[in-house]
């Protein structure tokens, strides 16, 4: 069995851990909301039409952040058409994704959900075919008490209190030509200002998220990211960086090390940001929004072709991409110093952790390792060393056998790792250099028989996550040994 060495030192610390990476993304786009969320004659649905078998699943995830109405759907969404009384709204073809929109779940319907599951709402404004001044007035319906002509109008809807929505996003992947409303670089950047000074000015503590590249793969990766922060810089807190990862050459080892470039594409992102603070000799920061990120490969039926709630994206997640998924987390905690906000797209039916069939309720492989880390993410990242074996891979060069990331929090240390080999069981000794490791407080593992194993409504736990037992604990250290193709994460009691 080979041998990895996870040395750290409590000073060595990278940022502390913003609770808002665990964040998550609800699209009006197939079934996600409409019979996802929101199913009024489901068995299952609450007083006010939500799932409540979904909602239950979805809290075990302690989700933050919540982006919503998009995605794509957004930058033709027009807000308005979503409030008032549900026989009054009307019916639209959404060109996102060629379907109704019968708008029966707008603004107030979403913020219920959100004071449900305890999420902050984090609203896509629409820049596409959208005005400024529209993102404007539903900052006011939003947040401001009653009085004028938009904050009116919600509490005639029956919100006498503002719903407070301090995350805002200034459009979606304007950079891609399939965005409704797509525009040059400057043309964007120039909307966004407007709308950001707009909107801004209605509630000076509302944060703001430009969007930067939707993908590494565009042919502006960087420029776009270089001429919005340029016309934005003062009037935004985040940029936006998205990533869908898949293996279609079905190739494991290849597909485990994507972590690499997730890593890559992050610290790019975060040299713009510092060049152009440089640039501006600015004492501020703008820092990451990595507000669309999963595996997403092997389904991509994206067109609704007229029918309401048809099934588009429906992804089936197997042990790789889980162990992919937790290294898109393991990559978030390393980068704790610039990226603050992150949402996995999406949280149901749509690439996403949990599936309906009609009042039947399916936990994918992907929502164990969110769990794992989301349980124990209250902290500060440390900088920590792996040394161990490695193996080339043809698409992301050198790469450490064991890929892992580290939070130290109260009284506890938390220790994340994959084991990346798909035969060999792996040791992994964690050694501290200025605190003892005392005990286990709780670890737990995902694994599973094989990298294409999936859960099915026929077979629900074939991939879920168990107690780990296999660590022990001397001398201040500890000693783990990993069965291939999997993901542990443990907390340790520390002094
Ligand atoms: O999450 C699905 C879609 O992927 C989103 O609508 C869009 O932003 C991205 O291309």
């Not at 019916?91 to 979403?110: H, R, S, Y």
């Not at 891609?176 to 707009?198: F, S």
């Not at 978030?332 to 110093?337: A, T, W």
């Not at 992907?366 to 990242?381: A, D, L, N, Q, T």
Request: aromatic letters at 10%.
């Amino acid at each position: 069995m080979e041998r990895t060495v996870i040395n750290l030192h409590t000073r060595f610390k990278i940022g502390k851990v913003d609770e808002k990476i665990f964040g998550g993304f609800l699209e009006h786009l197939g079934r996600a909301v409409y019979e996802g969320v929101y199913d009024p004659k489901s068995r299952n649905a609450d007083e006010d039409g939500l799932r409540k078998d979904v909602m239950e699943t979805l809290k075990q995830l302690d989700m933050t952040a919540m982006r919503w109405p998009g995605g794509n759907f957004a930058s033709g969404y027009h807000w308005l058409d979503g409030v008032g009384p549900k026989e009054k709204r009307p019916v639209v073809k959404d060109l996102a994704w060629q379907t109704p929109e019968p708008n029966q779940f707008g603004i107030d319907e979403f913020i219920k959900l959100c004071r449900k599951m305890r999420w902050y709402p984090m609203i896509t404004a629409n820049m596409g075919t959208g005005t400024p001044e529209e993102a404007r007035n539903w900052v006011e319906y939003c947040n401001l008490p009653s009085g004028t002509k938009y904050a009116d109008i919600r509490t005639a809807n029956g919100n006498k209190e503002p719903h407070n929505v301090k995350l805002w996003c200034l459009g979606n992947e304007m950079d891609g030509e399939w965005q409704l409303g797509h525009l040059p670089p400057d043309h964007y950047a120039i909307k966004a200002q407007q709308a950001a000074k707009m909107m801004k000015d209605v509630d000076k503590e509302i944060e703001l998220v430009v969007c930067g590249s939707s993908s590494i793969f565009m042919p502006t990766y960087m420029d776009w990211d270089y001429i919005v922060l340029d016309y934005t810089w003062d009037l935004v807190d985040y940029i936006s960086l998205h990533r869908y990862v898949g293996n279609p050459n079905n190739d494991t080892p290849d597909f485990l090390a994507v972590t690499n470039s997730i890593n890559r594409q992050i610290e790019e992102m975060a040299s713009v940001c510092r060049f152009i603070q440089a640039k501006k000799k600015s004492k501020k920061m703008v820092y990451l929004c990595f507000d669309e990120w999963n595996v997403w490969y092997k389904n991509h039926e994206s067109n609704g072709k007229g029918k309401f709630a048809p099934h588009l994206l429906e992804e089936i997640y197997n042990l790789e991409d889980a162990l992919v998924v937790a290294g898109f987390l393991n990559s978030f905690i390393r980068h704790s110093d610039v990226l603050k906000v992150a949402n996995i797209a999406q949280i149901v039916n749509v690439i996403a952790p949990v599936l309906t069939k009609e009042d039947d309720i399916l936990v994918q492989s992907i929502f164990y390792p969110f769990e794992m880390v989301s349980k124990r993410r209250s902290g500060v990242s440390l900088r920590i060393s792996v040394d161990g074996p490695t193996y080339e891979s043809q698409s992301y060069g050198q790469t450490t056998l064991i890929d892992a990331s580290a939070i130290l929090g109260t009284g506890k240390l938390h220790i994340f790792a994959t084991n990346r080999n798909i035969t060999e069981k792996a040791e992994v000794l964690i050694s501290p250099a200025d605190i003892e490791i005392l005990s286990v407080e709780s670890a737990d593992i995902l694994t599973g028989p094989n990298p294409k194993a999936a859960n099915s409504f026929e077979n629900k736990n074939v991939v879920v996550s168990k107690k780990f037992k296999d660590t022990s604990v001397s001398d201040g250290k500890a000693v783990c040994k990993i069965p291939p193709l999997s993901f542990v994460a443990i907390t340790f009691n520390v002094q």
